[in-house]
């Protein structure tokens, strides 16, 4: 929902009708006003105490909406807020090149690298054009070959998880979508270099394990990772997507739910209210974590890497009865 050229989640109307009180009291004030100071101090106040209360209760669905908010920093923003020096590479060398998917050379700290990331696009015609984030086989087959490249190299691969899913079209299909993700399952596995992945909005289904094979895996906060989209799964069981919300809740699909889970390895906390409300802090955070996790994978001779990443794969989904 749009108000004022703003978007406004659902369950946040209540914030959004006392950020227009404080804005319409600070438009109305002038600084001798010293009453109406008080009252927008005393607004402000409920309004961050509200922010809490709310984030701190999020239902799965709601954490679904959050990280599909429109102003949600996406793989370009981090990449602008703290990669240097960044060198985009195109095509896979086989069929074209798929914007829906972004790959290049950068630096992150004091670390060259390989950034591989979903790419969903901001303004409307940009998002046709990545198809919604959604990759096509040569998109995965783009960053397959620019891994390996920087397999070559020597250099670590970063990756940037954010999509709702691989793109399901009849074209998409026929030039060997399963195919080209099952391709890179196998070749991340072996990969003879460090890699970090972090979802930083939707992980959807083999569209997000396409680039998710790695040594730390990592989720935001409010994002989200599960084998299918709550609305796809509600499709499945119910035939119709109105129970997303029920799907939501059982699908386990939060940044705890996977942390508990033993699926990813970190969780990095978001700033209060998300993301998309102070790009600049989760840009500090993200790249905080990512150096410092690639200073440590950089300790290890590759033959433990290798055989880590291996164990960590084989052991998901694994438990025991009694």
């Excluded at 029920?246 to 906390?269: E, P």
């Amino acid at each position: 929902m749009s108000t004022n050229g703003i978007y406004e989640l659902d369950f946040e109307r209540p914030l959004s009708r006392l950020e227009r009180q404080i804005t319409e009291l600070e438009r109305q004030g002038d600084s001798s006003a010293s009453d109406m100071d008080v009252e927008v101090k005393q607004l402000r106040e409920s309004y961050t105490t509200l922010l809490k209360k709310t984030y701190n209760k999020l239902t799965p669905w709601q954490i679904v909406k959050v990280a599909r908010h429109p102003s949600r920093p996406q793989t370009v923003d981090y990449i602008r807020h703290f990669v240097k020096d960044f060198c985009e590479l195109h095509g896979d060398r086989y069929f074209g090149d798929d914007p829906a998917i972004i790959t290049g050379f950068g630096r992150i700290g004091p670390h060259k690298v390989m950034i591989v990331g979903h790419n969903k696009g901001k303004e409307t015609r940009e998002k046709i054009a990545c198809h919604f984030g959604c990759a096509h086989p040569e998109g995965y087959r783009k960053a397959m070959a620019k891994m390996k490249l920087a397999e070559k190299f020597g250099l670590p691969i970063v990756t940037f998880i954010d999509t709702p899913g691989a793109y399901p079209g009849v074209g998409a299909e026929e030039r060997g979508q399963a195919e080209a993700i099952a391709y890179n399952l196998r070749e991340m596995s072996r990969l003879r270099v460090p890699i970090v992945c972090v979802v930083i909005g939707e992980g959807g289904s083999g569209g997000a394990l396409g680039i998710g094979v790695g040594d730390r895996l990592a989720m935001l906060q409010y994002s989200w990772y599960s084998v299918i989209s709550p609305e796809g799964c509600a499709a499945i069981l119910w035939k119709t997507g109105e129970q997303a919300e029920a799907a939501a809740a059982q699908l386990h699909l939060t940044a705890q739910d996977n942390l508990k889970l033993g699926i990813m390895d970190d969780v990095i906390d978001e700033p209060l209210g998300g993301a998309h409300r102070d790009p600049t802090i989760i840009g500090e955070r993200l790249e905080k974590y990512l150096v410092q996790s690639l200073r440590d994978l950089k300790r290890f001779k590759i033959d433990n890497i290798l055989r880590r990443r291996y164990d960590k794969f084989r052991n998901m989904g694994s438990f025991t009865t009694s």
